[in-house]
């Protein structure tokens, strides 16, 4: 059973306008959520990450969002650029898990058009 | 300084060979993880270690060892490889209690 769900395959948006990237997941020992990107023929690059005792956490462009009631997170992309679009992963981890590994989402591919 | 660089990029096997993989960072990271990622199935994890000389089970572990001699290098071995084993390899490491974790760019794998 998925524990990270990230339920859109993918998203196509305009240049300047927000991506708004989702991700649910199903186990509540999970405290602390971080985002990745990867293009195609590179790893996984990390973007941005919230501890569960946060709502929100903003970096620049990126903003990430926790809604641990609902067990959603959300990324936010604002102005989106075309050096944006690759392969969105969301990630957590918690308590029990191996060492501070990662459980990924299946990913999101984020299409940025000029 | 480099990061986490993998060896090799690109390898084709043949079904019953062997190989190993390697893995090196030059962060001094405690923490070290060996992923593989399939079309629509995100990464999971094959094995980790949390330090030198550790090694733990992830989530799929079955047909592949590792070692971790050193604590700049972990090594994933498969014995006797399987068609399944085609994938794309990542390998990353973590410093001491860091949920962020450093990616090297990956070896593809092909069993034929």
């Known amino acids: 059973d998925q524990q990270v769900k990230q339920n859109s395959p993918s998203l196509s948006v305009q240049e300047g306008r927000i991506s708004i990237l989702n991700c649910d997941y199903t186990n509540s020992m999970f405290d602390y959520f971080l985002w990745y990107k990867k293009y195609p023929a590179e790893g996984p690059t990390f973007l941005i990450s919230i501890s569960s005792i946060k709502d929100k956490n903003e970096d620049g462009r990126f903003t990430v969002f926790l809604n641990k009631s609902a067990k959603h997170l959300s990324l936010h992309i604002v102005p989106s650029q075309p050096g944006d679009s690759a392969v969105y992963f969301c990630a957590a981890s918690g308590e029990g898990q191996a060492g501070t590994a990662l459980i990924f989402g299946k990913g999101t591919t984020l299409s940025v058009s000029s | ?112």
């Not at chain 2, 990271?29 to 270690?49: A, F, T």
């Not at chain 2, 084993?85 to 209690?97: H, I, R």
């Open chain 2, 1 to 112: 300084n480099a990061g986490v660089t993998q060896t090799p990029k690109f390898r084709v096997l043949k079904t019953g060979q062997s190989m190993t993989l390697l893995c090196a960072q030059d962060m001094n990271h405690e923490y070290m993880y060996w992923y593989r990622q399939d079309p629509g199935m995100g990464l999971r994890l094959i094995h980790y270690s949390v330090g030198e000389g550790t090694t733990a089970k992830g989530e799929v572990p079955d047909g592949y060892n590792v070692s971790r001699l050193k604590k700049q290098n972990f090594l994933l071995g498969l014995e006797s490889a399987a068609p399944s084993q085609t994938s794309v390899y990542f390998c990353a490491s973590s410093a001491w209690g860091s949920g962020e974790q450093y990616f090297g760019p990956g070896t593809r794998l092909t069993v034929t």
